[in-house]
């Protein structure tokens, strides 16, 4: 999934959430391996039409290209459908992402910790501390044993 986010840009939180959603999808039934492909598109592209600006969300033909046509646009939009229903068309959940740019927003380095430093070395640590953040939080969806640390 993280390959199929990169050709159009998605944010990291979309990703998050896709994931987050298959995950869920996946935890309450058997999911046949010959429709992970299908369940993985139709999450990503649910939460694409959810989280991105909608010039931003490639149209569904790019999506099914992407499983090189083995699914017809009807049966894509069906398993989105399918999905939503699983999940009572509920899709407000936060993701990591969310909650680290929150925690940042809301302050982790203060001026009482920062005071001998520069204007241009505060710059450069809050720039470093966001992409620690992101970084971390892109790890978190790379792998099980890394999630249930969370």
């Not at 959603?21 to 694409?48: F, G, H, M, R, W």
């Not at 049966?75 to 509920?90: I, N, P, Y």
């Not at 959940?93 to 430093?117: A, C, D, K």
């Amino acid at each position: 999934m993280s390959e199929v986010c990169e050709a159009p840009k998605f944010s990291a939180d979309t990703l998050q959430k896709a994931i987050y959603l298959l995950d869920y999808v996946c935890s309450k039934e058997l999911v046949p391996k010959d429709n992970l492909q299908l369940v993985c598109v139709a999450s990503l592209t649910i939460l694409a039409k959810f989280s991105e600006k909608d010039q931003e969300v490639p149209r569904m033909g790019s999506f099914q290209e992407l499983c090189q046509y083995k699914y017809s646009l009807s049966f894509m939009r069906s398993a989105e459908l399918t999905l939503l229903e699983k999940v009572g068309w509920d899709l407000n959940f936060s993701s990591l992402h969310q909650y680290i740019i929150f925690l940042i927003s809301r302050g982790v380095v203060f001026s009482s910790e920062v005071t001998t430093l520069q204007e241009a070395q505060k710059s450069r640590l809050l720039r470093y501390l966001r992409k620690y953040c992101e970084y971390f939080s892109e790890l978190s969806i790379q792998g099980k044993p890394f999630r249930l640390l969370l």
